[in-house]
């Protein structure tokens, strides 16, 4: 994501890099996928139910795996705090095509690469991505052992309608991950995503543990930090960016 957000247009860097964005709708229809392949392997009897799944692990691990080796370009900010502007240049113009590899955008990640003050900014996205797994969206990973427990008779087909209908819900958010400010986005999501956490529809009380008080609380402390440590950056150049964050930690 970060050779895709330095060499993205402001206005559309959002919709390519967030986790409500392209990059999350591919995720989600991942987990929609796995989900149909399980429904697929359930009735099979012998132990190819579970060879053919992990040997269709294997196969996306090696395509992502080629795709790294053979696809994707050199981190354009590295090229240019390694010197190699040049190099830096023909990555940004043909990721961008000529139209979009302006000169601004050059002198935009030329500078950045430039600057020393990136161990905070680590953590903080450290942070952010520990907390996105601390929401409980993962639970669908387990759907098919936790959906027993309330007494669901086939586990695997509310595995695949629920993963269907997250793939739908992430719709609305590649809409307004583009139109609201993303600092917005992410406090309302959070607080959003703990209220229902906490009131959990009587599921609690099936599965026999209190797993929504655990995320819902993981969910009120990402939106606090959110709120406290990330800068607004709808709209603004990366070089913007990199000074409200310097000016954020003096």
Request: glycine fraction near 10%; include cysteine; proline fraction near 4%.
């Amino acid at each position: 994501m970060g050779g895709i957000s330095e060499s993205s247009p402001a206005n559309i860097r959002e919709l390519l890099v967030s986790t409500d964005s392209g990059y999350e709708m591919s995720v989600k229809l991942g987990v929609l996928t796995a989900s149909l392949v399980n429904l697929g392997m359930e009735t099979l009897p012998s132990s190819a139910a579970w060879r053919i799944t992990m040997g269709l692990d294997f196969l996306w691990a090696s395509l992502m795996l080629l795709g790294l080796v053979f696809v994707v370009l050199e981190s354009p900010k590295y090229l240019f705090a390694t010197g190699q502007r040049e190099k830096a240049t023909a990555v940004i113009a043909g990721l961008m095509g000529p139209a979009g590899g302006k000169v601004e955008r050059f002198d935009e990640l030329e500078g950045l690469a430039q600057n020393g003050q990136i161990w905070p900014r680590i953590l903080l996205a450290t942070r952010i991505l520990s907390f996105q797994q601390l929401t409980g969206v993962n639970f669908f990973y387990y759907g098919t052992s936790i959906f027993t427990g309330p007494g669901i008779s086939n586990s695997y087909i509310t595995q695949v309608i629920l993963s269907l209908f997250n793939v739908l819900c992430t719709i609305p958010g590649l809409y307004f991950a583009q139109r609201l400010p993303r600092k917005r986005c992410l406090v309302l999501g959070a607080l959003w995503m703990a209220l229902f956490l906490v009131l959990r529809p009587a599921i609690t009380a099936r599965i026999d543990y209190a797993y929504g008080y655990v995320f819902g609380g993981c969910c009120l402390l990402m939106a606090l930090m959110v709120q406290l440590c990330l800068v607004e950056s709808q709209g603004r150049t990366m070089e913007g960016i990199d000074v409200m964050y310097n000016e954020k930690m003096q």
